[in-house]
């Protein structure tokens, strides 16, 4: 593994042993948004498709997306000879997401790998900077038909909208002028929800034109213990009704439905992460539930490691979740690493995210809560006034089993799910 400083640059060939480059980083202090630009000849962004970040993880030629290595709290995941021949630079850049300054930075990283093995790495601190709100981190560039990677570390007075700009484009909420061939325009929308408590309420558009559905996505990342059997979670979602009843949806036993009750549809069950790639399960929410229920309707997502995948910390996976709106996106991102419950292998549910949703609005929160040892009870809503409570003693749930085995485990339980 070869240390990097700042403008030492790096033949991949001869290093990379297959075809894809994972690029892993990390930060300590500040929270940093990672974005990766594909530039041409000119050194400009002249498609805004081949800018991979938060709300753009994955180029149209599946060269460029986001996945972040084990160990690592965010990076990318590169087969550069999918990319046309019009990208010939991909930069890495870090941007502020908020009020602080490059300065006070703790600490970061930036490390190249091939198939888990650590290649070269560049570290980065807040005393390398001074009042700058990004930064460009590294480049792959073409060079006598290969690619090499180049350690940048250049401080940008702007943050990401900013960086946007200098590479050519335009941030989606901006006005531009009339132009012939105007820039491609980037949505920069998010909001992250990192804490217990927080919450972030979204407007539901009305008439022609608003968004048809509302979609959650939970991720999660390989463990990297070697072992792919118990990279296995499962997206499970509980749905409190008006009148106190609760519905459960998961895949494949209870996929939902859109259009008809329960106005939620997962999508299909994943089997598990790998090294290279992230598993990320999705379900389709009803924009209209709160009309067809009659009433404020309360949605729990949890991810759930059954004991049948073997004994293994949740969060050692990393799960998180991304609701999205139209062109509006929050993110549950809690660090579920610092949770008490993180090393315990038999805590096998996690609660990811909670929501209330009106005729008018979503307001959603993180949770960071889990199950206790040992047990398997799924969440389970109550409604304390306008406001949800969470609880673990919802009845047990097991993926493919006999309904007979569930109503034994759940003898004592008087909660019931309706159909």
């Known amino acids: 593994m070869e240390n990097l400083i700042k403008g030492q640059r790096l033949a991949l060939s001869g290093l990379v042993t297959g075809n894809v480059v994972q690029l892993g980083l990390a ?157 491609p325009k980037i949505s920069l929308s998010k909001i992250s929800l990192t804490k217990a408590g927080q919450t972030h309420k979204v407007s539901l558009e009305k008439g022609a034109g608003a968004p048809s559905k509302l979609t959650v996505k939970a991720s999660w990342v390989d463990n990297g213990d070697g072992d792919d059997d118990n990279d296995d979670l499962d997206l499970r979602v509980g749905i409190l009704l008006p009148n106190g009843q609760m519905r459960f949806i998961q895949a494949p036993d209870t996929p939902g439905n859109f259009g008809a009750m329960p106005f939620v549809r997962h999508l299909g069950d994943v089997a598990g992460a790998s090294g290279k790639e992230p598993a990320t399960e999705t379900v389709e929410v009803n924009p209209a539930l709160a009309q067809h229920y009659g009433g404020t309707v309360g949605l729990v997502f949890s991810v759930y490691s059954a004991v049948a995948n073997g004994a293994v910390s949740v969060a050692s996976m990393q799960p998180k979740m991304v609701m999205q709106y139209g062109e509006q996106i929050v993110e549950c991102a809690f660090d579920f690493r610092l949770s008490k419950a993180a090393d315990d292998d038999t805590v096998y549910t996690y609660v990811i995210g909670m929501a209330r949703i009106t005729p008018d609005s979503i307001i959603l929160e993180p949770s960071g809560k889990t199950s206790e040892p040992g047990s398997e009870a799924t969440p389970w809503l109550s409604w304390q006034g306008e406001n949800l409570q969470l609880a673990f003693n919802g009845p047990v749930v097991f993926k493919g089993e006999d309904k007979e085995d569930e109503d034994d485990c759940n003898a004592d339980n008087p909660r019931r799910y309706i159909a």
Request: glycine residues 14%; charged residues 20%; negative net charge.
């Open 27 to 183: 930060s300590a202090g500040v929270a940093l948004d990672f974005a990766c630009f594909g530039l041409d000849a000119a050194g400009k962004l002249s498609d805004d498709r081949y800018m991979t970040f938060f709300n753009q993880p994955r180029t149209p030629c599946g060269g460029v997306e986001t996945a972040a290595p084990s160990g690592d709290a965010a990076g990318f995941s590169y087969q550069l000879d999918r990319l046309p021949a019009s990208i010939e630079r991909l930069v890495v850049t870090a941007a502020i997401d908020g009020d602080a300054t490059m300065a006070q930075l703790g600490s970061g990283h930036l490390r190249l790998l091939d198939g888990g093995r650590e290649l070269a790495r560049y570290t980065y601190a807040g005393a390398d900077f001074a009042q700058e709100k990004a930064v460009m981190l590294g480049e792959f560039y073409r060079k006598d038909g290969g690619w090499r990677f180049m350690a940048v570390g250049q401080g940008f007075n702007g943050g990401l909208d900013a960086l946007v700009a200098h590479f050519g484009g335009v941030v989606a909420q901006a006005v531009a002028e009339p132009e012939p061939a105007p820039p």
